[in-house]
T-cell receptor
Framework: GAVVSQHPSRVICKSGTSVKIECRSLDFQATTMFWYRQFPKQSLMLMATSNEGSKATYEQGVEKDKFLINHASLTLSTLTVTSAHPEDSSFYIC??????????FGSGTRLTVV | GESVGLHLPTLSVQEGDNSIINCAYSNSASDYFIWYKQESGKGPQFIIDIRSNMDKRQGQRVTVLLNKTVKHLSLQIAATQPGDSAVYFCAESNTNAGKSTFGDGTTLTVKP
């Protein structure tokens, strides 16, 4: 089946530094990928839609200068959390749609900012 | 026995019983609906989907029911097993928009 690989699975960084999270579609091409954030015991909140070869579309309230998205190829999208602060600590998950049924999700990245 | 309720954050059932998880969606323009299972520390896993031109769809041990009149979705799990314990989310999307909006989620606990 279609696989979305997300890396790293866990990262701890110091406040003020930047962290890059990668999302790869392994056996299909994804012109569009989606980035979500999930706080403990809460649902997934869509942050942005990543579009290959063009600018990402951000949801209302999501700072595009803080959460930089790059979708440079049909199999890779990256999310960079810039100048991370403790309130950015969360579970970040990407997804893509490999066909006509469902969306495939990555395994998520647990970000802890200290 | 079955536990039925609307928008319950948690559901506890005995192993072997049937489970029913409910979800209300908000966008009348949504035409595609998916149920996901999420285990702790992992990304959501696709369970079953349904399009708005259907009101029922069955999979292996799972059934999804869609009531567009009241914008309600349910997931039925037959013969619930301990491995079914997880958080279950419904998601709605519009084919043209592409993106999915997730519901609040229900934590299912299966007691042996």
């Amino acid at each position: 089946g279609a696989v979305v690989s997300q890396h790293p699975s866990r990262v701890i960084c110091k406040s003020g530094t930047s962290v890059k999270i990668e999302c790869r579609s392994l056996d299909f091409q994804a012109t569009t990928m989606f980035w979500y954030r999930q706080f403990p015991k809460q649902s997934l909140m869509l942050m942005a839609t990543s579009n290959e070869g063009s600018k990402a579309t951000y949801e209302q309230g999501v700072e595009k200068d803080k959460f930089l998205i790059n979708h440079a190829s049909l199999t890779l999208s990256t999310l960079t959390v810039t100048s991370a602060h403790p309130e950015d600590s969360s579970f970040y998950i990407c997804s893509a749609r490999p066909g006509h049924r469902g969306y495939t999700f990555g395994s998520g990245t647990r970000l802890t900012v200290v | 026995g079955e536990s039925v309720g609307l928008h319950l954050p948690t559901l506890s059932v005995q192993e072997g019983d049937n489970s029913i998880i409910n979800c209300a969606y908000s966008n009348s323009a949504s035409d595609y609906f998916i149920w996901y299972k999420q285990e702790s520390g992992k990304g959501p896993q696709f369970i079953i989907d349904i399009r708005s031109n259907m009101d029922k769809r069955q999979g292996q041990r799972v059934t999804v029911l869609l009531n567009k009149t009241v914008k309600h979705l349910s997931l039925q799990i037959a013969a619930t097993q301990p491995g079914d314990s997880a958080v279950y989310f419904c998601a709605e999307s519009n084919t043209n928009a592409g993106k999915s909006t997730f519901g609040d989620g229900t934590t299912l606990t299966v007691k042996p």
